[in-house]
């Protein structure tokens, strides 16, 4: 994976407290944003890259694991809830999971070669779930949504990539709540009804 080499982990308690820190090489390039969210119309990274990006994402999804990044009991309660205003009731399983790095945005990229930061929260989720979010954070700058639907386009039209946009959008649904990326709110509203109808429209699709 293009990441940083983890050389040290520490882990230690005190009191009722439990710390962790690692140390890392520090990473190539610089982050593609500051904000989890694109700053300009569309980032400008090479065609390089963006194959990169996809060869990472499908070694990353093979990686077995027991760690955990999104709980099916999390989608069970929070899906129904977050997208009450689709038209009818909203799947909560997804057909597959697989290894994600559970916070792939654009503050997490780096370019202009490819580097992926903060792996904290990798471990399992619905397939296609990292390609989901990506898009998700692009969906308020239209050319870089369009960009990230073009490059991760054999992933998210899939079944399992429709599921895992819904899954996200609900995520962030829910963060809004709390202040958080609330510019965001109507544009994946809007992105979760354009997938709902979709799914809706096609049936079963490959995954």
């Known amino acids: 994976m293009p990441r940083p080499v983890l050389r040290l982990v520490r882990q230690w308690a005190e009191g009722r407290s439990a710390y962790k820190a690692e140390l890392y090489d520090h990473a190539v390039g ?33 990686v077995h694991t ?21 038209d009818g009731p909203v799947p909560t399983v997804p057909r597959a999971w697989s290894t994600a790095h559970g916070d792939l945005h654009w503050a997490n990229l780096t370019g202009p070669e490819l580097g992926v930061l903060d792996w904290e929260g990798w471990g399992t989720a619905p397939a296609c779930y990292d390609a989901a979010l990506l898009h998700a954070y692009s969906v308020g700058v239209p050319r870089a949504a369009e960009r990230v639907r073009h490059e991760l386009a054999a992933v998210l039209d899939s079944e399992s990539g429709r599921f ?44």
């Open 164 to 207: 895992a946009e819904l899954a996200v959008i609900t995520e962030l649904l829910q963060s809004a709540e709390r202040g958080d990326n609330v510019d965001l709110v109507p544009a994946l509203r809007q992105r979760a009804e354009e997938v709902w109808h979709r799914m809706t429209a096609d049936g079963p699709a490959s995954t």
């Open 30 to 62: 610089k982050a593609v944003s500051s904000t989890p969210a694109p700053v300009t119309a569309e980032p400008h990274l090479a065609a390089t890259w963006w194959s990169d990006l996809r060869t990472a994402l499908a070694r990353l999804s093979t």
């Open 66 to 86: 027991d760690r955990t990044a999104v709980r099916q009991a999390y989608l069970d309660r929070a899906m129904p809830k977050y997208l009450a205003f689709l």
